[in-house]
DNA sequence: GAGATAAATGAACGTCATTCATTTATTGGT
DNA sequence: ACCAATAAATGAATGACGTTCATTTATCTC
């Protein structure tokens, strides 16, 4: 029969459905409907509804900037892989359970995504044993970056508790004069130049 | 009637639901059935299942460790409380999608704990600009490491694309001479004490 | 032109969360 | 001590949703 269906087409669709309606959006029978096709014919191509998401993060991993990897210093490089990699993710945030835990065994795209990077590490100095934990401990923050660009503005209004949390409630007035203003972008610069530097420590020093 | 239900024992029961079945066993009717009620007889407590897991969240952040924030170091508070939080929402990631959005008004188990936390940067000598994005970043990395905890040990595991990524699986391999062990703890470790130190450095020195 | 095969269909299932009219038991007022 | 008001539990029903499966349809191969 007459090829309509393929994964590339189904990840295309899955992923514009997402960015139209989100991922409460994402049904298989909407998905269906956006490609001209009854939802049991899906199963043909993939096995599940876990099966799209895996395709949809395969794609978005090819969308990471990990370039700076092979062109600038360390810090910098680490910096926009980061920002790249919480920016895309900050819309996916539903993706990032099945990401965390899911074994990059064909992932090719993420496969080179960890491979650039290492690469990176490496020729920054780090020690190989250093490498995979410190890979790890950054996408740990990133991912935990990304739910966070999520909050709402006034997460962190305590409102008719605020007498009983006086410094808690104090400190976030100090942000600003606005009603409430979360600092998410702040603290994602804040937190990941302290793991730079934290982790930059490992390295290798060339001549000693 | 007889009060039967609150919402007391409504945590309670899903608090052991969960950890008997997970979160795929934590259903409206297996909560019902398991307090011995009908399902349609815990909407007159909650509003619904995200009801039900707030206030599953509310319990929990109850029985994260904040103590040493008034009593230890500012480090080793630090650490306490990040161990304790991470270890804690490991075994209930599916609620971090939730918390990492929802707004602290009305939660006083989560008001008191960032109050404690608040104070125990101030004592450590933070200027009170940085203390929220501070905590911010830090909570970002436990909730990210939390999701990390639960990944399987061979999620690095390259497999028939090894040959793409030598870098990669080299630096996989001198983890140690197990096929695969992830780092979890030892990242976990690792950006903690990364963010400790490039976080501390920002307080203000006595003396200066 | 006759299978064989890959792919699409539509009906059906089971599981959920949630709603609602109704019943049941308790409480407060007289 | 009764009655009305009320809070709480019931059970049936609903509408999504993911998934399965027998069947049909179109294309490719010999």
Redesign the pocket.
Known sequence: ??????QDGITAAALELISKKGY?????????RS??????????????????LKLVEEDLMSKVDFGGFSTLPWEEAVRQWAYSYRGIFARHTPLISVIAVLPVTDAPQTLAMYEAVTEGFLRAGFPEKQIIPSIVALEAYIFGAAFDANAPADIFDSGRLADSTPHFTSAVRSLGPERNNYPSDLAFTMGLDALITGLGALREQPGS
């Open positions: 029969m007459a090829a309509i269906l393929d409460d959006g994402l049904t298989m029978a909407a998905l269906a490609l001209g096709v009854a939802p049991s014919a899906l199963y043909n191509h993939v096995s599940s509804k876990d099966d799209v």
